[in-house]
């Protein structure tokens, strides 16, 4: 029995040592159990022992009989022995490592490289080390397993430290994003099953039609991947160019619109005309359909001056200027230039197709030089007279127009107008010289060339001769002459005006016409407020002012009311400060007494001053004396302290330091711990604070939406959790700890483009 | 179409003549003291909508004056919307509002005030039970169940909102030492005195059908506590030694002791799943890894520990109850200190459940009061007590985060609200808007002291203020000064 045992426990051990790698507190367990069980065992096995070992002695030996060579016989348990092995081998025989090995080394299977290792153990002596203790071993397996499951949870370190630094964290931490799902989400199993749907689907399909509700079709995406980003920065960078460059010109002219020089304007004016003439020319040459469009555009300024009232001296400006014009050389010069002007254009054009024509004519008869034109020009712009608008000129002004607000375009007309006058304001004699010439050269022209306009050209030679005479007059007085579009000029009918030559025999006389002429429509209804003057009578200094007013007035004057001139006029006059009326000053002066005989005994900025004055008196040093006559020597009548003692018991307090409130005068500040408000305040530095400057402006950052935006306050008042009412908020899982790889990865990603990109800059 | 859409149009502005009528009719109320010429142009320079709005309002006008009707202002029952208020461009110069901290100081001295007046956390009362409240368990899928084991074996079912009990059940002879909802809330497992672990069905029997468990395993020692893996049929017990279960077996899959003979809880790690923490008997907590064969580490303190809590945001951190009165918050990786010692309770803490937020942990203690402490606040921020309540056994924080729910020695259950003065129910946006301002405001001025006064003043019994000020007995310099942190860790075991 004991031997069966013994084999019994010898069995266990080879199992703990199996399986003691992998569980053995398990193990350990087990074995506790069967430690129980053999008990157990042994208890029931002493009833029946003798028979049953004889038995089985009996076939052991039998059994051992069967193998022929077997050398070793089973041994017979004689005395108690600590080791018992399976094997029946005992203490005595034992079996040698070297034995074992020997018998390796014959056998072909191992290798060589464990024969040599072999061979290796055999030479070194040292022992193999004791296994260690089940304490130890638990220990051991422990750390280990506690190593593994530290560095497990230490993954959830980022999230859990970017959750702590995190302005607001949202629970539930798993949200579906609200709001409707792409359709494509919703239905993805969806299959076209009716032969109607495939049909519609395949067509679909066939004309790369969004399938599902995609947001672009597929040729649509193709365009927007088309364009790269080198395209869309190039397109962004011109565009951004022609802006700035836009703004700028804007700018320019907006600029030079407000330049009130007139000799600038003069300049400028002369410079655009030429400019023009030369492209006009070069247009006639190079592109004779775009030169006609030109004129047909001049054609329809001809037309809308035909129809409007402007230049034709009726407006308000006009009729002050008729009433001068008696005595003012000015003012008739100016009319002058008004109806100047309104005759350059309402002449018509006939001119330029009867300048073709002629050229054709020319070219097919006798080919004139060029200068022949030119000296005509030269001698054409010399003419005063003719002088004034440039044809061209109307249609500039007609493109102003169109851009600007009509009245201000009229107004530029006017203005220029009035240049014109100014400047020839000097050489009035000279003028009235040239008209005379003029006057008698168009009589002569009439005659010449009353059947039509195209003879005039025939004509043009004597006028030639003629001008050459004018020429030189002209030449000394017209410093200032303007560009004028010599071609127009030129062909300019002599039946320009016939009804104003017949009239205009001399100038003085069509003026003092027309001025009667004016006066007789519409004097005394559109000027009431004019007083009919007197011309004898010297005007009074008001009237002096407003006749000098007047034609400064007067550019600025428009042809009907415009709403914004008005208005900007009115407020205008608010801003002339006004003399205050009687009534005015009677109710300040009320309203002043009234105060004042509510403050009346208040003085206060005097009051502040004696109040500061006392403080400040408060605080300076006072000497306190502490002397007592009579006290450790005589006193009486007479008698005083000696000064020694007055010394020793004067008191000085120390001179404080400067007051805040030194350097300003209308200040106190007040020095002294204000009691009242000590209980309110902080008395040491709170935690997570590191200076007071720190706190202090944390403290100073106001919150509310009385001082900080709408969109500010909602982004400092957001609350750090929130939660959703009635949800059930499950701890962190897994997804999380992705998503916040994903996020810090994307974050890193970014980073590094950033720092690509840059360099590419 | 054409017609459809006229008919949709003229309905439409059917709709917002009657809104603009009414807005109308109101103004012309204000003015009727006026002309009548006056008002026409009242009308027509008001109205922004079309004639036909204009007309319909004059009619009604003319037609009020004739009949009398029953008419109310529309100011007394129309609520403001955010089209009556008009939108003031508001001036951001600081020259214009001065005095901003100050402002802002009295706001939130207002707001600290307010809040103590609103301060009402004591919801409900849950009254049923015939012995002592020992154990609580929140359903993982319904927040408004709640189950309860007393002291005499008998489980409850709760319905919050209802605040009644809809299923009584006799789980255990004797003390209910635990209970657990499985993850998918079908089921519930307890354990009790009687050496038994069973598993009920969250269903409530048919009329006449008998309470019985689905499976009941009878163990070979008394278990004390009792978890549910977060996401697999796997349960833990403690009692004499900590077992592994598989739901569907009926013999431990693993076991774990460790020279321990009593444990008094154990919690599964809700992020780390596989993670679990114990209170031993021998003043240890020991952690365990349920794939592992052996425990991975045990911290010795120098009281015993009453239960442990995992954070459930942040996996490696745990909160204990210890009977030292304080509770400490480890990190599983280093147990050498805890990161943080919670102190305030007056008597041993029993009990202690994080919010689901991670934020904050709520605590339960001998000395009848449940305490809120923000997970890295060394003091509590708020006390809850009655004076019927005794001995909290058993605290639990809804997993919606806005409720507390405490069960204790006197056989009641207890619900509170888990902010005090929180307005319940769904706010308005201006209301929210309000609350998180002034609930910014109080944090900004939370050190200025007589906010902090207002804030942290709380009526207690006299006994608290006795507790609280102690008396030292040693002679001061006497005995080394240790940290509150290293105090109480007696050794760390591998």
Not at chain 1, 109 to 127: D, V
Request: charge should be neutral.
């Amino acid at each position: 029995m004991a031997k069966v045992s013994k084999i019994r426990k010898s069995k266990k051990r080879s199992k703990v040592a199996g399986s003691s790698s992998k569980k053995p507190p398990v193990v350990y367990d087990d074995e506790q159990e069967e430690d129980v069980c053999g008990a157990e065992e042994d208890v029931s096995s002493e009833e029946d022992d003798g028979e049953d070992e004889r038995k089985r002695q009996k076939l052991l030996e039998a059994i051992g009989a069967l193998g022929g060579k077997r050398k070793h016989a089973l041994a017979e348990r004689s005395e108690a022995a600590v080791h018992m092995s399976e094997f029946s081998m005992t203490a005595d025989d034992e079996a040698d490592l070297s034995d074992l090995i020997g018998t390796i080394e014959k056998t072909p299977a191992a290798t060589a490289q464990t024969k040599k290792h072999l061979k290796n153990l055999q030479r070194s002596k040292n022992t193999v080390e004791c296994p260690l203790s089940k304490q130890e071993n638990e220990r051991i397996q422990r750390d280990v397993a506690f190593q593994k499951a530290a560095l497990e949870v230490s993954r959830w370190q980022s999230i859990i430290t970017q959750n702590q630094r995190a302005e607001q964290l949202v629970f539930p931490l798993n949200q579906e994003p609200s709001g409707p799902k792409p359709i494509e989400q919703v239905v993805m199993g969806w299959e076209a099953r009716t032969p109607l749907e495939k049909e519609i689907f395949s067509l679909l399909a066939a004309n790369k039609q969004p399938i599902l509700d995609a947001v672009l079709t597929p040729a649509e995406e193709a365009s927007v991947k088309a364009m790269d980003l080198e395209q869309v920065k190039i397109r962004r960078a011109e565009r951004q160019k022609a802006r700035a460059l836009q703004s700028y010109y804007e700018a320019k002219a907006r600029r030079e619109r407000k330049i009130k020089s007139k000799k600038y304007h003069k300049v400028q004016n002369k410079a655009k005309r030429k400019e023009f003439v030369k492209q006009f020319e070069e247009l006639v040459k190079t592109d004779p359909a775009a030169a006609l469009e030109e004129l047909d555009k001049m054609e329809r300024a001809r037309m809308q001056e035909r129809m409007s009232l402007k230049h034709q001296n009726s407006g308000k400006w006009a009729k002050s200027k008729a009433i001068m014009a008696k005595y003012d050389e000015g003012a008739r010069k100016a009319m002058q230039q008004q109806l100047e002007v309104n005759k350059d254009l309402t002449q018509k054009l006939v001119t330029s197709l009867s300048k073709e024509e002629e050229e054709e004519g020319e070219g097919n008869t006798d080919m004139l030089p060029d200068f022949v034109n030119d000296a005509e020009f030269k001698q054409d712009s010399s003419n005063p007279w003719m002088r004034g608008r440039l044809s061209e000129d109307p249609t500039e002004m007609e493109l102003k127009d169109t851009m600007d607000v009509t009245a201000e375009g009229a107004s530029a007309v006017t203005k220029e107008a009035e240049e014109e006058e100014g400047s020839e304001a000097e050489g009035t004699e000279e003028d009235a010289l040239l008209r005379e010439f003029d006057s008698r050269r168009k009589q002569r022209q009439d005659q010449e060339s009353d059947t039509s306009a195209v003879i005039v050209n025939d004509g043009d030679d004597g006028v030639e001769e003629d001008q050459v005479t004018e020429d030189k007059v002209a030449e000394i007085s017209d410093e200032e002459e303007e560009g004028l579009s010599e071609f127009t000029r030129m062909y300019r009918g002599i039946g320009k005006s016939l009804e104003k030559d017949a009239g205009s025999k001399d100038g003085s006389a069509e003026l003092e016409e027309g001025l009667m002429r004016i006066r007789s429509v519409d004097d005394v209804d559109l000027l009431p407020q004019e007083t009919p003057t007197e011309p004898q009578q010297a005007p009074t200094p008001q009237h002096q002012k407003s006749a000098e007013q007047q034609p400064s007035r007067s550019r600025k004057r428009k042809k009907g009311i415009e709403l914004r001139e008005v208005l900007t006029k009115e407020t205008k006059v608010i801003k002339v400060p006004l003399a205050p009326t009687v009534t005015d000053s009677e109710e300040k002066l009320d309203q002043r007494v009234l105060i004042e005989e509510a403050f009346a005994g208040d003085d206060v900025i005097s009051d502040f001053a004696r109040e500061k004055r006392k403080r400040e008196d408060e605080g300076k040093p006072k000497v306190i004396d502490l002397t007592l006559p009579g006290w450790g020597e005589w006193g009486g009548l007479g008698l005083k302290p000696s000064k020694r003692k007055r010394r020793r018991f004067r008191i000085r307090t120390e001179v404080p330091p400067p007051r805040k409130d030194q350097h300003l005068p209308s200040v106190i500040i007040s020095e002294k711990r204000n009691s009242a408000i000590t209980p309110h305040q902080v008395s040491s530095l709170p935690f997570p604070f590191e200076n007071p400057a720190q706190f202090e402006s944390s403290i100073r950052t106001p919150l509310g939406r009385t001082w900080n935006t709408e969109r500010t306050v909602k982004k400092m008042t957001k609350p750090r959790v929130v939660t959703q009412l009635g949800a059930i908020i499950e701890p962190m899982a897994d997804e999380q700890l992705l998503k916040g790889k994903k996020k810090v990865s994307a974050r890193r990603r970014s980073r590094n483009t950033k720092t690509r990109t840059q360099p590419a800059k | 179409a054409c017609s459809k859409t006229s008919r949709q149009l003229t309905e439409a502005t059917a709709a917002f003549n009657y809104n603009t009528h009414i807005n109308a009719c109101h103004k012309l109320k204000q003015v009727s003291n006026k002309r009548r010429n006056s008002l026409k142009v009242l009308l027509q320079h008001d109205s922004p909508a079309s004639s036909t709005l204009r007309s319909t309002s004059y009619v009604v006008f003319r037609f009020q004056m004739k009949v009398k009707v029953l008419s109310r202002n529309p100011d007394d029952y129309v609520r403001e919307t955010k089209l009556d208020i008009q939108r003031v461009p508001r001036n951001y110069d600081p020259s214009l509002h001065p005095f901003e901290v100050s402002r802002e100081y009295t706001r939130a001295l207002n707001a600290t005030k307010l809040e103590r007046v609103f301060a009402k956390p004591f919801l409900a009362s849950l009254d049923g039970h015939r012995d002592g409240v020992n154990c609580l368990a929140k359903h993982t899928q319904s927040l408004s169940t709640l189950l309860s084991g007393s002291c005499d074996g008998e489980l409850k079912v709760w319905d919050l909102t209802k605040r009644e009990c809809v299923r009584t059940l006799q789980a255990h002879e004797g003390f209910i030492r635990g209970v657990v909802v499985r993850y998918c809330g079908t089921s519930f497992f307890t354990v009790g005195d009687d050496k038994t672990i069973k598993q009920w069905t969250m269903e409530t029997p048919g009329y006449g059908e008998e309470e019985e468990p689905l499976n009941t395993i009878l163990g070979k020692t008394v278990f004390t506590g009792l978890d549910h893996h977060q996401n697999k049929s796997v349960f833990a017990t403690c009692g004499q030694q900590v077992d592994i279960w598989d739901e569907q077996r009926s013999s431990p899959i693993r076991s774990f002791s460790w020279g321990v003979d009593s444990f008094s809880s154990i919690r599964f790690n809700p992020v780390e799943t596989d993670l679990l923490g114990s209170c031993a008997s021998d003043r240890s907590i020991i952690l365990y890894d349920m794939r592992e064969s052996t425990p991975l580490k045990k911290v010795v303190m120098t009281m015993r520990s009453n239960t442990l809590c995992w954070n459930p945001m942040e996996a490696f951190h745990f909160t204990c109850a210890n009977e030292d009165y304080n509770l400490y918050t480890y990190d599983m990786r280093f147990l050498e200190k805890p990161i943080k010692v919670h102190m305030d309770h007056v008597s041993a803490v029993l009990d202690v459940d994080y919010s689901p937020t991670g934020q904050e942990f709520v605590s339960a203690s001998f000395d009848k009061t449940i305490r809120i402490f923000p997970k890295n606040d060394g003091h509590s921020r708020e006390v809850y007590h009655t004076k019927r309540m005794q001995h909290v056994i058993c605290v639990k924080w809804s997993s919606d985060s806005k409720y507390i729910l405490s069960g204790s020695d006197e056989m009641n259950i207890r619900l509170w609200k888990a902010n005090a003065a929180e307005k319940l129910g769904v706010l308005s946006h201006r209301e929210r808007e309000a609350a998180n301002y002034s609930q910014k405001l109080k944090e900004k001025f939370q050190h200025h002291p007589q906010i902090r006064r207002i804030a942290r003043h709380r009526h207690l019994p006299k006994i608290f203020s006795f507790y609280r000020f102690g008396f030292s007995s040693t002679k001061p310099g006497s005995v080394p000064v240790l940290s509150e942190k290293e105090k109480h860790v007696v050794s760390v075991v591998k």
